[in-house]
């Protein structure tokens, strides 16, 4: 079975400078709604607009992978970038 990813013509490195900064993003975001959980008198109006972050951030990073995947082929075992 052979699946194809689409990219938008950029290189590898371009594509994984975006994933890394994304992946970043997707930290941030992840220690912001931990940190809006924990607070202590206004946690119910903090979370909601970070998990919006979160989720935005994580869909990024998600879109970010498959066009990692679409940079990236495999042949004969070995990854090939070009």
């Known amino acids: 079975m052979h699946v194809q990813f689409?990219?938008?013509g950029r290189s590898f490195q371009?594509?994984?400078q975006n994933l890394n900064s994304?992946?970043?993003?997707?930290?941030?975001a992840?220690?912001?709604v931990v940190t809006a959980a924990s607070a202590?008198?206004?946690a119910h109006r903090r979370v909601a607009p970070a998990s919006g972050r979160f989720s935005r951030s994580y869909e990024d990073f998600i879109d970010s992978g498959l066009e990692m995947a679409g940079v990236t082929?495999?042949?004969?075992?070995?990854i090939d970038t070009n």
């Open 6 to 8: 689409l990219h938008g």
């Open 14 to 16: 371009e594509v994984q």
């Open 22 to 28: 994304r992946a970043a993003d997707l930290s941030q």
């Open 30 to 32: 992840t220690t912001d």
């Open 40 to 42: 202590p008198d206004d």
């Open 73 to 78: 082929q495999v042949v004969n075992g070995v």
